[in-house]
């Protein structure tokens, strides 16, 4: 099931190296612009993941002491399957921020389960107020710090946690105890 995903993030970031240095992208991503090629992708995706995938997470979760609430856990599989993350990391930063819980609201701000900000929040195009848009966004502002980290999950964590300026401006985890503490907690939590 990851195979498929992997595949495609793999050919995904070829492509993008392959632009940025003015070389062809493959084939495969040319059909991608098609739409009808993209819904069959979906569709053949959902068929071989299903529901399992929400299952496989749930139970990875539990295995690590950690359970969110009602349909979190489907919600989060899918957006990590969308964005191409790893469902326990979405679900690690999902646990740290809020435990799963839709209400929570930080003395900063920060809402819902993901905990967007609501500047990121319109950045992002969602309504944080709403469940599933505040996970989708949040798995996705996750992508977003993935990528512009190079793959490095430490430093996309921080990033999620104190923007990406400061893990720029220090060149790795900043030197904030919060922050600190939280990448510590989602690591925990996803490894």
Known sequence: MMQIEGLEHVIHRIDELNQRFGLATSPYNRHMEKPEVVQKMQEAQETVQGSSFAGELSDAMKAAGVSLPGDTDSMIAAAARKYHVDPRLAAAVAQTESGG????????????????????????????????????????????????????????????????QAVKDYNGIPPYRETQNYVNKVLDIYR
């Open 101 to 164: 819980n839709q209400e929570a609201v930080s003395p900063a701000g920060a809402v819902g389960v993901m905990q967007l900000m609501p500047e990121t929040a319109a950045g992002l195009g969602v309504n944080p107020y709403d469940k599933q848009q505040n996970i989708d966004g949040g798995v996705r502002y996750l992508r977003q710090m993935m990528d512009t980290f190079g793959g490095d999950v430490q430093k996309a964590v921080a990033a999620y946690n104190a923007g990406p």
